[in-house]
């Protein structure tokens, strides 16, 4: 099994083509989950920025349903475990079994081997088997009896978590948490977007309707022209300070790693390039800042006994840190242009 | 018991330190020595008190019995037991030098010689106050109170003194006293146990505590304001603004400082800044039975310095005895009369000297605290002023003839007189010469003084001028023999220097000239009318005066017959004036008398300067100070609009893009972009960004530092222009013109952008208030802000340097380097 290299497969898409294509994706998904556009661009978005997406809310709001129907609507191999307290990580990676016939070990791979992974309820399996994805997910390979296997590409791994449910359930490690490129919440839909549920759901499941509307070399296609897109030194400065600042944050015990501030960007890319855009803006890095930050750090005691939430801690951060420009672009900065790209002064805010 | 004892000891020395503005009441310092002592034995005597813990009033005593021993040992009558155990005797002799002491002040001006009586009672007091200190600082440990005593000791001189108390003993003083505070507050502090930082390490010995160093701070702020403030302000000390501005007070701070009983006043200076006043004010008042007096005088320079004649110190006795009588001088070609004159001082002058015409006789409603010096013919008090004062007198005035004169033989070379008044600060090559030139051939003083005398006439090319620059240095008088511009100083000061160098005493006298406001008998004089001239002595004659000063820049100058006018007119020549005196002068100085002195200076020769200078319109300085402030007030204003005009002013930028836009959409596709083009249009995109958030600065919409221009744009849109699609479709532009210069590969290229920032500024000029409106024109809050910030910038940078400097100052510190070498 050879590993397909973007290069190798992207082409880049045109402007146009990169649209249509989206936009269908969206659409399609968009046919299950009602009233979640943002979320489910979101989704894409991590999927384009060759990540994994980590869906944390509390039960019944579709977070199941996102993934199921993301994967079905790209032609391409979805596996779906579901995490129970007594899987093991062989269950997971793959195992070598002894073939009577050849007389040998054969491997058979486990169910990471696709190019979409559905982990359902992520944390109800024992730290033990949720360290099996933590190779696969960051290296794109399975190792196995000193044996490497490369995954498929596109390789992603949306996992499902419950957070209100503690009894039975392993918290996430930190190392894995890390590996996800963004969190996202599915958060209750509006009534109206209830009411068409209720409507649409009220015969048949959508998601067994739903059709691939697109493959796994288009993605791959996409994921090529998200890489094209442009990134202006501000903008990675900007990221860098973002980073900077939840490993400074008083408030926070363990801030972002350098992976993050990469997926960052990634993601950025990705979530400009759906809106049509060929150049990230701050505003990009700003709108992802909670996402893809917020469930990699960790607060402090402090600001637990506080009942801060670390996504409260990071917006906060967003809304205090000033974008980083120099001295022509802003006429209100005295500070030298090698500046730390602190305020002159505190920003007010309401 | 070892922090009183410290404390002791730098209460010993604190006052001492506040005893040194003593030091300039008295001509030499033996004072301090006996101080030494006194202080010493009372410190001593008071550790050992504490040492046997004796409880304060047995302190007290002992160290008044201390000093009760150290004054007998000091001041010995010759009756003592043991030579320091006080006697009956000792203690009569104590009680007379107290008297002799009242008597000794009354006596002499400061400075004052060593005398046994003012030593004495110096000693005593300082004693005392030694007691008192310490009985404050360590008995009762208020060493904020032991300050009032130490006050009294600086009040002696400030009382002493008339004039100013410099300032260099005050500051000794103070930081006597704050040594004190310092002292005890550390032994406070220490009695608190050890002293330790927040992380648990002991606090270094050199370690500077920020509330020390507040401490300190305010220590050598409070005393350099308490010296710098009374220096600034006129009129508290000897005026020196008024002295350094040549003059815009009342006279009545110069007038004081032209009290030269201290010695340290320099009466030329002060004269000068009279003269150049633009100011009049009335200064005296003189009613006389004499026809037309010689000038009213008050004071004489008569030692000669190298940097010039400056007054000695007056001694003499009170003025309502009997004075010396001149008319015993009298002889062949002399001749006096006694008149009698009635001097009104006005409130304007304030000096411990009043004027009077040589030579008094006799004087009334003068207290015996006014002094007469015989010698300088002044009368004195080294306690009160002139000021507001109404005196009369009697005096003789001398007259003389040229023969009588010419009689006078020379002084012998070692006579007193004349080796103290002949004195000068070293040969000066050309006055030297001068002199020998002048003099060569002239048999008599009189005929030297003469040739010298004319010197300083209109023939040689003398001219008065009242601008040129003071002083009366050696130097100075080069340069008027050379330059022969000046007014009376200079010629005073030459024609004095001159003479002096002939070999013949002479001196500087300062007073009034007649002036030019005459009312029958009653003179009213100026400030303008202060004058200075020359003196000579001739032996057996007396101080006579010659004024080389040239009669037409001085109102009321007078002439004598044995010193003629030497620019007057031929007619009036001193014929007449040889013979009778009191007419004599009045017929000679016919060209040069009040009223013609008047009309001289009023046909504008324009040398004194001071009528048109008096009389010179206001309205163009207020116009002047009116527009200097509006152009200072439009400065922001200015700024503002040239920001505006350059961020504005590329208008060929905007064209040449469009084209190059133009020529894009033809061709269909992807057209790479100019490069110049590319960054001309990112400078246009940030130019019109700063300008809109500028704008928006002025109008009160908040500008936020962590925004994106899309977000600032969008919050602009929500919260100023609502409903204003025009004004809300250029936000959006210029905000997607900014992000794309910031962060995309091309710049927004061929969009109208100063349009768009006009259209924004119109809307939020209309959403705003009229006072909005106002300032964002007069006063843009976005150039001050940014000044602010610069300010701030710059302040924050300085406090950084500040900061390193000192820290690496402070790795030499000693105490530091100790401490290291102790850690290690």
Not at chain 1, 183 to 189: F, K, L, N, Q, T
């Amino acid at each position: 099994m050879t590993q397909q290299t973007w290069d190798e497969v992207g082409g880049l898409l045109p402007h146009d083509e990169f649209r249509a294509a989206s936009e269908a994706i969206v659409a399609n998904i968009e046919q299950v989950i009602e009233g979640k556009t943002a979320t489910v661009r979101l989704a894409l978005a991590v999927l384009l920025a060759e990540g994994h997406l980590l869906i944390e809310d509390v039960p019944g709001v579709g977070k199941t349903k996102l993934a199921k129907a993301l994967a079905r609507s790209i032609d391409c191999t979805v596996r779906r475990i579901q995490f129970t307290p007594d899987l093991l990580p062989s269950d997971v990676t793959g195992v070598s079994v002894y073939n009577q016939e050849t007389h040998d070990f054969e491997f058979r791979p486990g169910a990471v081997f696709a190019n979409l992974v559905v982990g359902d309820e992520i944390n109800r399996a024992s730290p033990k088997t949720q360290s099996a994805l933590l190779e696969c997910m960051e290296e794109r390979q399975v190792t196995v009896d000193g044996v490497t296997y490369q995954l498929q590409t596109p390789f992603m791994v949306i996992a499902t978590q419950n957070p209100i449910e503690m009894e039975g359930t392993y918290p996430l490690p930190e190392a894995q948490r890390d590996r996800f490129t963004a969190r996202i919440a599915m958060g209750y839909p509006d009534s109206n977007a209830e009411l068409a549920m209720l409507d649409g759901h009220g015969g048949t499941d959508p998601l067994n309707e739903l059709r691939a509307v697109s493959d796994a070399d288009i993605v791959r296609q996409l994921i090529a022209t998200v890489r094209q897109v442009h990134v202006a030194d501000a903008v990675k400065q900007y990221a860098i300070d973002l980073v900077t600042a939840t490993r400074e944050a008083p408030d926070l015990r363990l801030g972002a790693s350098p992976r993050a501030t990469l997926q960052l960007l990634r993601t950025a890319r990705a979530v400009a390039a759906l809106e049509g855009r060929d150049y990230v803006l701050p505003d990009d890095l700003q709108a992802l800042a909670v996402p893809v930050l917020a469930h990699r750090i960790i607060p402090t005691a402090d600001a637990q006994l506080a009942r801060r939430t670390t996504d409260a801690i990071v917006s906060e951060l967003v809304h205090r840190l000033p974008l980083p420009h120099d001295r022509q672009r802003n006429p209100y900065d005295t500070r030298p242009a090698t500046g730390n790209g602190r305020a002159p002064y505190e920003p007010r805010r309401p | 018991m070892i922090a009183s004892r410290n404390t002791g000891a730098v209460a010993a020395a604190a006052t001492l330190l506040a005893a040194a503005p003593l030091s300039a009441i008295f001509q030499t310092w033996t004072w301090l020595i006996q101080c030494v002592i006194a202080v010493a034995v009372v410190a001593g005597v008071a550790a050992l008190t504490r040492l046997v813990r004796a409880p304060l009033w047995g302190q007290v005593l002992g160290m008044l019995a201390a000093l009760l021993l150290a004054l007998t040992w000091l001041f010995p009558s010759g009756s003592e037991l043991l030579t320091f155990l006080p006697t009956p005797a000792t203690i009569g002799h104590f009680a007379d030098l107290l008297t002799g002491s009242a008597q000794d002040m009354r006596s002499y001006g400061v400075e004052v010689p060593d005398t046994d009586p003012l030593l004495f009672i110096t000693a005593l007091g300082v004693g005392g106050v030694a007691v008192l200190v310490d009985v404050l600082a360590v008995g009762l440990r208020r060493p904020a109170l032991a300050g009032l005593p130490m006050l009294a000791i600086y009040s002696v001189p400030v009382a002493v003194y008339v004039d100013s108390v410099p300032p260099l003993p005050f500051v000794v003083g103070a930081a006597g006293f704050l040594w004190l505070l310092v002292t005890d507050n550390v032994d406070r502090v220490r009695r608190f146990g050890r002293r330790f930082t927040g992380d648990g390490r002991d606090v270094d010995v050199w370690e500077a505590s920020p509330l020390a160093s507040a401490g300190r701070r305010l220590a050598v702020v409070g005393v350099v304001v308490a010296v710098a403030l009374p220096l600034a302000v006129p009129g508290m000390t000897g005026g020196l603004l008024d002295r350094l501005s040549g003059g815009t007070g009342n006279g009545s701070g110069t007038g004081r400082g032209a009290g030269g009983s201290s010695g340290r006043i320099d009466l030329f200076a002060s004269l000068a800044g009279q003269l150049n006043q633009s100011e009049v004010a009335d200064l005296v008042k003189v009613t006389t039975s004499e026809p037309n007096p010689f000038y009213l005088r008050y004071a004489v320079a008569d030692e000669l310095r190298p940097s010039g004649f400056q007054a000695r110190s007056p001694s003499g006795r009170p003025a309502n005895r009997d004075l010396p009588d001149p008319t015993e001088r009298g002889g062949q070609g002399v001749q006096q009369v006694r008149y009698r004159a009635t001097v009104e001082v006005t409130k304007s002058l304030s000096m411990s000297l009043m004027p009077v015409y040589a030579e008094p006789v006799r004087t009334e409603d003068l207290n015996s605290n006014w002094l007469y010096d015989p010698s300088q013919q002044v009368v004195f008090s080294n306690r009160e002023n002139s000021r507001g004062r109404k005196y009369a007198f009697d005096y003789v005035r001398s007259t003389y003839t040229p023969a009588a004169l010419r009689a006078a033989r020379p002084l012998p070379a070692d006579h007193p007189v004349r080796r103290q008044l002949t004195a000068t600060p070293g040969p000066v090559p050309e006055v030297e010469e001068l002199v020998k030139g002048l003099t060569q051939g002239k048999r008599t003083d009189y005929d030297r003084v003469l040739a010298i005398y004319q010197h300083f006439s209109a023939d040689n090319g003398f001219s008065y001028r009242l601008s040129t620059a003071s002083g009366s240095s050696g130097q100075d008088i080069v340069n008027f023999l050379i330059n022969k511009v000046g007014y009376c100083q200079q010629y005073a000061a030459a024609m004095a220097w001159l003479v002096r160098s002939a070999g013949i005493p002479a001196r500087v006298a300062f007073g009034f000239t007649n002036g030019s406001k005459r009312d029958g008998d009653t003179y009213t004089l100026t400030n303008l009318n202060l004058h200075a001239w020359t003196e000579v002595y001739f032996d057996g004659v007396g101080w006579v005066p010659f004024d080389a000063t040239p009669a037409y820049g001085v109102p009321g100058s007078t002439r004598s017959a044995w010193a003629p006018d030497t620019d007057a007119p031929e007619p009036s020549t001193p014929e007449t004036g040889a013979t009778d005196s009191p007419t004599g002068p009045d017929s000679s100085a016919g060209p040069a008398g009040p009223d013609n002195a008047d009309r001289d200076t009023d046909t504008g020769l324009s040398l004194g300067g001071e009528k048109p200078a008096e009389q010179a319109p206001v309205w163009p300085w207020w116009t002047a100070g009116v527009l200097a402030l509006l152009a200072l007030l439009a400065v922001p204003a200015l700024r503002r609009l040239a920001l505006r005009r350059r961020r504005a002013g590329r208008p060929d930028a905007t064209v040449a893009t469009a084209v190059g836009d133009d020529a894009r959409s033809a061709d269909g596709g992807h057209v790479m972009v100019v490069e110049a083009d590319a960054g001309r249009a990112r400078a246009d995109a940030h130019a019109a960004w700063a300008e809109l958030l500028d704008t928006m600065v002025d109008f009160k919409v908040r500008v936020d530092q962590t925004e994106t221009p899309r977000a600032t744009a969008d919050r602009l849109v929500r919260d100023a222009l609502a409903d204003d699609t025009a004004a809300v479709g250029a936000a959006r532009l210029l905000g997607r013109a900014e992000e794309r210069a910031r962060y995309a590969r091309n710049p927004l290229t061929g969009e109208p952008l100063p349009p768009a920032l006009r259209t924004i500024r119109g809307a939020l000029a209309t959403r705003a208030d009229r006072r909005t409106r106002f300032v964002a024109t007069v006063l843009p809050p976005s150039v001050l802000l940014r000044w602010r910030l610069a300010l701030a910038d710059a302040s924050g940078r300085l406090v950084a340097l500040t900061g390193r400097i000192r820290y690496r100052l402070l790795r030499w510190n000693p105490r530091r380097m100790l401490a290291d070498r102790a850690a290690r």
